[in-house]
């Protein structure tokens, strides 16, 4: 299993760009099972979900070339709904093919979706949706199996705010009979961006970035060419890496609007920015100081980014009050950074951040992707070298992370195992190459 070492030193300076959102992507990706024609996507980030999503959708009958930056997909030869057990179980985001394979070919089978563990997020709303609009639906023995002879629109109201929900159920209307109503829908800019793919498509949709999402079904779509809004929790993530590090960055290829609650925090904590039309300037600081945060779903502060704001407080003066409203085990990062030196105490949903404290470098293991990112933070300002296990969860959501912190000046190194004769042989690399589908000179 790959590990990271990185080796804490000074700030953090110069230029790094941000990928495109894999929490975009991946709905765009299902989103190409609507189209018997070409769907082209473009910024897209080169990370192991999308690898996993791309097999996945090959294995439904999707034929995939991808170049650099973009993958095309020609849906023409989809044949079946069955997703293959073995992908459909290792990500969460595997529950997005559901709404679109029974909405294209009346019929779709997959395992319950895996991913991170980070709390209970159970898809009754999104079954419970599909059956509003006609579908027989039936779980058993982790599988869910799921028939329509045609979806028929309906009026969907969603107990709770949810966005892969959303984002399902909105798929799934694009070809249903009459008209569906999302009502306390997500209003995330990832919602917004399939909102604007699945038009670009021809598809009729209107509300998207409001709580009421209006859909007008459509019997065929067609080709299109769309690019993958900047991913913000990827940037919301290097500029707390110049905080900790009292760096001098500057975060390209970002919407600032689309990171509002979040730069808000950070500004109300002391960080001295410069907030371009596409880019953050993140300037040195002489020290942050403590600012209270609550998750909520968009566009109040993201729960995406809270270990990451966790790990940087544990470097600001006074005691930051975390509350974690979205998922219930969030804050299994907080173990490893105490063992690194943080003063975090966990009461119910809420941790108390107290800093500036001085972290150590010590052996620590990724929980799940926001977890390891906090960890990463954390490292930059460790004394000597923290090694992160089980980054396999990093390598799922941020693009060249490598590159991107050798740019800026860190010490980082990625560190494999090889087995031979049954036994690991430790080998290090800088960065480990990921491959999919077909390729594309």
């Avoid at 009459?178 to 021809?202: H, S």
Wanted: some cysteine; charged content about 20%; overall charge positive.
């Amino acid at each position: 299993m790959d590990k990271l070492m990185i080796t804490g030193g000074g700030p953090l300076r110069g230029e790094v760009s941000v990928s495109g959102a894999k929490n975009a992507a991946l709905p765009a990706l299902c989103a190409a099972l609507l189209n018997d024609q070409v769907t082209e996507l473009s910024n897209m980030p080169q990370v192991q979900d999308v690898y996993t999503m791309c097999r996945l959708l090959a294995g439904l009958g999707m034929r995939i070339t991808r170049r650099p930056g973009s993958v095309c997909l020609d849906g023409s030869g989809l044949y079946h709904g069955v997703a293959p057990a073995d992908l459909a179980q290792s990500m969460r985001a595997s529950i997005l093919v559901l709404g679109p394979l029974l909405a294209r070919l009346g019929h779709a089978r997959l395992s319950l979706p895996g991913g991170c563990a980070i709390g209970a997020r159970p898809v009754d709303m999104h079954l419970a949706a599909l059956e509003q609009m006609g579908a027989e639906i039936i779980v058993q023995e982790g599988y869910i199996e799921a028939r329509a002879s045609r979806l028929k629109g309906a009026d969907i109201h969603f107990d709770k705010v949810t966005v892969t929900g959303t984002e399902n159920i909105m798929m799934a209307a694009t070809l249903a009979q009459g008209v569906t109503t999302l009502r306390n829908a997500a209003r995330e800019p990832e919602v917004v961006d399939l909102a604007e793919l699945l038009i670009g498509m021809g598809a009729q949709i209107s509300g998207h970035g409001t709580d009421t999402i209006v859909i007008c079904g459509v019997k065929k779509l067609h080709r299109v060419t769309h690019a993958i809004i900047p991913d913000r929790i990827e940037a919301g993530t290097w500029i707390c890496a110049a905080a900790i590090s009292r760096g001098h960055v500057t975060v390209n290829n970002l919407r600032p609007d689309h990171l509002g609650a979040f730069l808000d925090v950070m500004k109300a904590a002391g960080l001295p920015m410069k907030v371009g039309r596409d880019s953050v300037e993140v300037l040195p600081h002489k020290g942050l100081v403590a600012v209270d945060i609550t998750t909520f779903p968009y566009p109040a502060f993201p729960t995406d980014l809270q270990a990451q704001v966790m790990a940087t407080f544990t470097q600001a003066r006074g005691g930051s009050l975390v509350r974690e409203t979205i998922f219930e085990n969030r804050f299994m990062h907080v173990a490893h950074l105490q063992s690194m030196g943080a003063d975090i105490e966990i009461q119910g949903n809420r941790a108390l951040v107290s800093g500036p404290v001085r972290l150590v470098g010590a052996r620590v293991k990724a929980t799940d992707l926001r977890a390891s990112a906090s960890l990463v933070l954390a490292a930059l300002v460790a004394e000597g070298q923290t090694i992160i296990g089980d980054i396999y969860h990093l390598d799922r959501g941020y693009a060249q992370l490598e590159q991107k912190l050798h740019g800026l000046g860190v010490h980082v190194r990625r560190l494999t195992s090889l087995r031979v004769n049954s036994v690991k042989v430790p080998v290090s690399f800088k960065a480990a190459e990921l491959r999919y589908c077909s390729t594309a000179s």
